[in-house]
């Protein structure tokens, strides 16, 4: 199978460090206790990386699994749940909250903007009488971030715990988990931080354990039961067989993430660099406020269909971009610039790749985008 450079906001390329990582020889990591230690530094790792001293798991599932897992954990039937939606993912929460008997409440903002703090407010003064709240920090279908630095102490202060997915923008944005009191976060191994999919990590604080530990009804789910996974370490025991070969992948691309100490800034001047070459070749861009580091969001010029442009920068440059779902498909691309996709030599490439293939369907770029984008380094 010949597989092409994967330019797209998740999964994204893996270094060969974690793909030689993942090949070692599989203790028993039920049995082992060696691997609870690794196992536990590796949270560790994670929770330097994302700011926190709060609990910090690995479970075996992609990211989804993650946001799942937060809402089956705190929700009972009929509590009162915020879902704050200005994208796909974002109002996707609601889904799980009503699988598990919660009744939504949404805050609904413009999807090409980042949610407006203010009107948050003013409805909080109204309404806060909620047991938590959902929020995507960037969601990736419409490249918008919110700003959960200002977002979650707001609602914590009303006495709203907190859950964030960040699957698309921890590694690639700032996140302070413990300052900005995040209750739940979520990430995934596929994105940012470039292992291959299979992975969901989180961080649970105290008050979220609590919340779940004094629930009137049982966890409806075994899976997603996060309370399952409070007391691993001093149990020795896992709810289920870990996959040890993709947890000692993700140690490796954690720690690659650890070593390189410019990895925020690299991000944001790619992420500039990029969506000026964009706008100066003549192209739209679907975002208007609230732009996310880790990837593009670009309007198919009209008269070209996306699939076939994409299907051609696959087939004649060997890289591969994405299309988007919902009430975006058809209508943008998407270039992921996260984690060892943000690299000046990879994204020249695909902008290069991009021009040629609008070209051959008939759009005339305005500039050479690869020189406009190089031009910033
Ligand atoms: C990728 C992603 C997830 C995980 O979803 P998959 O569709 O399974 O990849 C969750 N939230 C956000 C914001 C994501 O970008």
Not at 3 to 12: D, F, K
Not at 45 to 59: E, F, Q
Not at 62 to 84: F, M, N, Q, Y
């Amino acid at each position: 199978m010949n597989v092409p450079h994967i330019m797209t906001p998740g999964p994204t390329e893996v270094r060969e460090n974690v793909r030689l990582a993942r090949s070692i020889r599989c203790t028993n990591p039920d049995l082992d206790y060696n691997f609870y230690d690794f196992y536990k530094e590796t949270c560790g790792k994670i929770g330097a990386l994302l700011k926190t001293k709060n609990h910090v798991r690995i479970l075996s599932g992609e990211g989804i699994l993650g946001l799942e897992a937060a809402c089956a954990s705190l929700t009972e039937k009929g509590d009162r749940v915020l879902v704050i939606d200005n994208g796909i993912f974002g109002e996707g929460f609601g889904d799980f909250v009503k699988i598990y008997g919660g009744e939504v409440v949404f805050f609904k903002g413009d999807r090409k903007r980042e949610i407006d703090i203010e009107e948050l407010k003013s409805f909080l003064e109204s309404d806060s009488n909620f047991k938590y709240a959902t929020v995507v920090h960037c969601d990736t279908p419409s490249g918008v971030l919110n700003n959960i630095s200002l977002i979650c102490p707001l609602l914590k202060e009303k006495g709203i715990l907190t859950v964030v997915d960040s699957v698309a923008a921890m590694g690639g944005e700032e996140v302070k988990t413990d300052d900005w009191k995040i209750d739940i976060l979520i990430g995934g191994s596929q994105k940012c931080i470039s292992a291959p999919p299979g992975l969901t990590i989180l961080s649970i604080s105290d008050d979220a354990f609590n919340c779940m530990k004094n629930r009137k009804s049982d966890i409806a789910s075994f899976y997603c039961n996060l309370l399952n996974w409070e007391k691993y370490y001093e149990n020795k025991w896992f709810p289920y067989t870990p996959p040890i070969s993709d947890i000692v992948g993700l140690r490796r691309a954690i720690d690659n993430m650890l070593e390189d100490e410019d990895i925020l800034s690299r991000h944001e001047k790619i992420a500039t660099a990029t969506r000026n070459a964009i706008r100066e070749a003549g192209l739209e861009l679907y975002t208007e406020e609230g732009y996310s580091s880790t990837v593009t969001v670009i309007k198919v010029p009209d008269g070209i269909d996306d699939k076939k442009l994409r299907n051609y920068m696959v087939d004649r440059y060997d890289v591969m971009i994405a299309g988007s779902f919902g009430y975006l498909e058809g209508k943008v691309i998407r270039i992921g610039h996260m984690g060892e996709n943000a690299r000046i030599d990879n994204v020249s490439h695909v902008l290069f790749a991009l021009q040629k293939s609008l070209e051959h369907f008939g759009f005339k770029c305005k500039c050479d985008m690869f020189s406009c984008f190089l031009r910033e380094f």
